[in-house]
Nanobody, 121 residues
Framework: QVHLDESGGGLVQAGGSLRLSCAAS????MGWFRQTPGKERDFVAA????????NYADSVKGRFTISRDNAKNTVYLQMNSLKPEDTAVYYC??????????????????WGQGTQVTVSS
């Protein structure tokens, strides 16, 4: 198990921005997922160790950017033009094998505790 430390959630108005951070030591693929009550956890974005090959859900393309600072062992999710439907608990996840950036939750081995993002209309 890899320990993940998330931060950056909060309340923002529609059209606003937030940046989520996730700290984790190791050369891993890292991803962001989100979940609302009663629904499955959905893929948001993922990035390889090198920062290449970022993968995004269609619903966030052009609005969200995933990046990483390997010197700080931190991955970021910059969320712009937020919409009320982006409201969810956001989870950081680590994939400890391979270099692909898959969207399926079962591909990831360790998860953060989640951080709430609320977008008001």
């Amino acid at each position: 198990q890899v320990h993940l430390d998330e931060s950056g959630g909060g309340l923002v108005q529609a059209g606003g921005s937030l940046r989520l951070s996730c700290a984790a030591s190791g050369r891993y693929v890292m991803g962001w997922f989100r979940q609302t009550p009663g629904k499955e956890r959905d893929f948001v974005a993922a990035i390889s160790w090198s920062g290449s090959n970022p993968n995004y859900a269609d619903s966030v393309k052009g609005r969200f950017t995933i990046s990483r600072d390997n010197a700080k062992n931190t991955v970021y999710l910059q969320m712009n033009s937020l919409k009320p439907e982006d409201t969810a608990v956001y989870y950081c996840a680590v994939r400890t094998t391979g270099w692909r950036t898959p969207a399926a939750t079962y591909e990831y081995d360790s998860w953060g505790q989640g951080t709430q993002v609320t977008v008001s209309s």
